[in-house]
């Protein structure tokens, strides 16, 4: 397929995009995913024909994320220029995460509260409503027990999570993770206990439940020493698996023995390390950076 521009659609016109987005199908966390590109076009063609491959994919897996919550958060991306755009299919469908490298969401919090939006005139004529979806987004997933989740990708850009999971699922993942808590009441890498969720969302969540509407950067909860002990504390292997991350992908133990020439055993101990040190967390049986773990990898890269 010609993915060429036409002659008279230049860079910063909002009307076309002129990259391709990438969805990534997990089928499992033991297999690579399914890729399907979809080419540039007209702003509106490209968010149509991007929110509805994604519906189709995650609705044949399992999943029951409607289309037009898909849809909000595809014209989110507006604000981005849709610029390298991932789509990755988690848990039969009922976990979406959008990456992009564009400048990114300055202000999670408001970014989520109803009436807030920085979508320009020449934007709002590409996308439905006002570019305030995220709003619409929260208050949906929330009927449905679902979450949505905000954060910086590793170098520029957004990742927007948004998943839709049984209340039991959810209410057994809080207790698993109190229980680590109570297992594990103290660490030498943080003073707080890593849990499975993004720590800065619950920040976020925080601010939310107290009423503040002042803007809530990510948090940094390791200064500069602690950073600098952490690393030079990494085993040497270290250095070539953390890169291996940048672009917000989930890697398996495999994966990542083959790719870094490290032996399988070497890579599970190794792994292991990074998690007891919260630079990586489990996703199935595949690992993804947390936020201490992004932090470390924009320090060593």
Known sequence: MNTSLPEDVHSDDLSFVHDPARIAIYDDLLSS?????????????????????????????????PYTVITQVVENYIHARFNEMVVSIFDGGNTIRFTDQGPGIKDKAKAQ?????????????????VGSGLPIVKEYLETKHGRIYLEDNLDSGAVVTITL?????????????NQ??????????????????????EEQARVSQEGHEQAS???????????????????????DVIPLFSTGDIWGVKDISSVADIPLSSTHALMK??????????????????DLGKQIYKKIK
């Open 180 to 201: 680590r808590k109570e297992n594990h009441p103290s660490t030498s890498f943080t003073q707080r206990p890593y849990s499975d969720q993004p720590s800065q969302i």
């Open 217 to 239: 950067s990510p948090q940094t909860y390791h200064n500069e020493e602690h950073l600098a002990l952490l690393i030079n504390r990494l085993p040497k292997r270290a250095y």
């Open 33 to 65: 995913p399914r890729i399907i590109d979809i080419e540039p076009n007209t702003t509106k063609e490209f968010i149509y024909s991007l929110a509805t491959e994604i519906y189709n994919q995650a609705r044949d897996a399992g999943g029951s994320i």
């Open 273 to 290: 390390k990074l998690e007891e040190s919260g630079i990586v967390r489990k996703f199935g049986k595949k690992w993804e950076l947390t």
């Open 113 to 129: 509260q109803p009436g807030y939006s920085s979508a320009t005139r020449e934007m709002k004529e590409y996308i439905n409503g």
């Open 165 to 177: 999971k049984e209340e039991s699922e959810i209410v057994n993942q809080e207790k698993n993770n």
